[in-house]
């Protein structure tokens, strides 16, 4: 190649990197507007829910039993969404299980958080043996369906909110462990670690002081794409009779009310169906989107 081909290859490829690194911050810096706007949605509905319930959502009458949406034809206002075997009506039903939904999910996110960063925080520092045996367990949990580990940890105890809580747990607190001990054997060997340790101070301030902080930004991220993982495994254990206990209005038990009666009351079903949807795909979005701001590698950092 000549001296003439290879200044136009160098112009040619730092142009492009140009054009790159300012499209991925264009983007970077556009959040999804949509899914941040359903996420502002289901927390407010997760709120005040239980207070916008037009009717009680545990008690109905069987003379409207199965009443249609308003949108189909003989749907009426007192009903919009409908009602299910027992004419309880599903609207205020779906406001009311938000709440218990979400809370469920939000409990198990910051218990695993707290135990895999921890965990994560003391395998990355110390390696070793410690570092060893965490990452076998790690495999180990890795291996097991997260939906069968919760099933076999309830079916060993009585099912209740608290035992769907620590069976979310249970599984959840793996991802941050594995990635909180990648962060930390990276920033272990930078320059404030190790004047950290000349001065005199011990591991647990070296780790929650100096090196936390630091992972922050990582342990966000994986909150953001785990909470929706976690709202489907609490959806899918109330669907399976196992998880939150009827009559509670849950979004999974609701669509275990329904799955009788999906060829003359579908709705009923439905209706939380979607609103998971919803709610996962807007997490999954917005945690794409927090992934490609915060990480480094990706900023070219």
């Given at each position: ?21 300012a499209?991925?911050g ?11 706007a ?24 069987l ?16 009903f ?9 009506d ?15 999910a939000l409990v198990?996110l ?8 921890a ?16 990452m ?15 099933l076999?940890f309830?079916?060993?105890i ?22 909180v ?27 929650f002081?100096?090196l ?13 794409l785990?909470?929706?993982?976690f ?5 899918s ?19 275990s ?9 579908w ?9 998971i ?7 999954n ?10 990480d ?6």
């Amino acid at each position: 190649m000549t001296p003439q081909a290879e200044v136009s290859v160098s112009r040619v490829a730092r142009s492009a990197g140009v054009i790159s690194r300012a499209y991925g911050g264009l983007s970077r810096r556009n959040p999804p507007k949509i899914a941040l706007a359903v996420l502002v949605l289901m927390l407010f509905i997760g709120i005040f829910g239980p207070v916008l319930a037009p009717k009680n959502p545990h008690v109905g009458s069987l003379s409207d039993s199965l009443e249609p949406p308003i949108w189909l034809e003989g749907g009426t206002l007192e009903f919009p969404f409908g009602t299910d075997f027992f004419g309880r009506d599903v609207l205020s039903r779906l406001l009311d299980g938000a709440r218990i939904t979400l809370v469920t999910a939000l409990v198990a996110l910051v218990g695993s958080a707290v135990v895999g960063v921890a965990v994560g925080l003391a395998s990355g520092y110390f390696g070793g043996w410690i570092d060893s045996l965490v990452m076998r367990l790690v495999d180990f949990m890795l291996a097991m369906p997260s939906l069968l580990l919760a099933l076999v940890f309830i079916a060993a105890i009585e099912p209740s909110l608290r035992a769907v809580i620590l069976a979310v747990m249970i599984s959840g607190w793996v991802g941050y462990a594995r990635y909180v001990r990648g962060d930390v054997l990276s920033q272990r060997e930078r320059e404030y670690v190790t004047a950290a340790i000349s001065i005199g101070c011990g591991a647990p301030r070296i780790m929650f002081r100096h090196l936390l902080p630091n992972v922050l930004a990582t342990v966000m991220v994986i909150a953001t794409l785990q909470t929706g993982g976690f709202i489907l495994l609490v959806a899918s254990l109330s669907f399976l009779g196992v998880g939150i206990p009827k009559p509670t209005a849950a979004w999974g038990v609701m669509i275990s009310d329904g799955r009788d009666f999906l060829l003359n009351g579908w709705w009923v079903a439905v209706v939380p169906g979607v609103a998971i949807s919803m709610l996962i795909v807007s997490l999954n979005l917005v945690g794409d989107w927090m992934r490609d701001t915060f990480d480094p590698r990706l900023r070219g950092l």
